[in-house]
T-cell receptor
Framework: EADIYQTPRYLVIGTGKKITLECSQTMGHDKMYWYQQDPGMELHLIHYSYGVNSTEKGDLSSESTVSRIRTEHFPLTLESARPSHTSQYLC??????????FGPGTRLTVL | DQQVKQNSPSLSVQEGRISILNCDYTNSMFDYFLWYKKYPAEGPTFLISISSIKDKNEDGRFTVFLNKSAKHLSLHIVPSQPGDSAVYFCAAKVSNFGNEKLTFGTGTRLTIIP
């Protein structure tokens, strides 16, 4: 069983607020990912990291930023939340060419 | 342009029967395919995968078939059980060295009827 955690699980916040979504994994995986998913839609990759101090933008443009200072931690930050950021955010990790393990997700609502 | 397509948003199957979920792709560079299962309010869980050098992979009740010429893969679940009710996502990647980015389909909601 994979050990990957996301907090908070649910977040309702007002427009203009700065938020950070936390993602941690205890498996020592080198690769980590952030996906965004709207209901009934596919998962879109918004950020990924192949190791410490390595971050890349994904296929879907996002106003969020990420950092990878420690192997186990891959937080996502929105400097100024807007209603268009309302979505589910899923964090994942993998090792080598193995499958990606997903966290439980954070459902973000921006009013 | 959606490179991985799951054209059936939902599927209902009687308990004990076979469930067949379909997935089509357009990118001929994809060479590794995965199926994930997702329950509400949880993250996706890996189910089974297949490399393009194979046309079938089996794991217990789950079998994935790959037809490269048709750019089509399917997931068979037999026998279907109530706990299989979930959303199933097909995903694909081009597994050149270091590239682990997955492209997902929109998912198929499977409902198993007791």
């Amino acid at each position: 069983e994979a050990d990957i955690y996301q907090t908070p699980r649910y977040l309702v916040i007002g427009t203009g607020k700065k938020i950070t979504l936390e993602c941690s994994q205890t498996m020592g995986h080198d690769k980590m990912y952030w996906y965004q998913q709207d209901p009934g839609m596919e998962l879109h990759l918004i950020h990924y990291s192949y190791g410490v101090n390595s971050t890349e933008k994904g296929d879907l443009s996002s106003e969020s930023t990420v950092s990878r200072i420690r192997t186990e931690h891959f937080p996502l930050t929105l400097e100024s939340a807007r209603p268009s950021h309302t979505s589910q955010y899923l964090c994942a990790s993998s090792e080598g060419r193995q499958e990606q393990f997903f966290g439980p997700g954070t459902r973000l609502t921006v009013l | 342009d959606q490179q991985v397509k799951q054209n059936s948003p939902s599927l209902s199957v009687q308990e004990g029967r076979i469930s067949i979920l379909n997935c089509d792709y357009t990118n001929s560079m994809f060479d590794y395919f995965l199926w994930y299962k997702k329950y509400p309010a949880e993250g996706p869980t890996f189910l089974i995968s297949i490399s393009s050098i194979k046309d079938k992979n089996e794991d217990g009740r789950f079998t994935v078939f790959l037809n490269k010429s048709a750019k089509h893969l399917s997931l068979h679940i037999v026998p279907s059980q109530p706990g299989d009710s979930a959303v199933y996502f097909c995903a694909a990647k081009v597994s050149n060295f270091g590239n682990e980015k997955l492209t997902f389909g929109t998912g198929t909601r499977l409902t198993i009827i007791p």
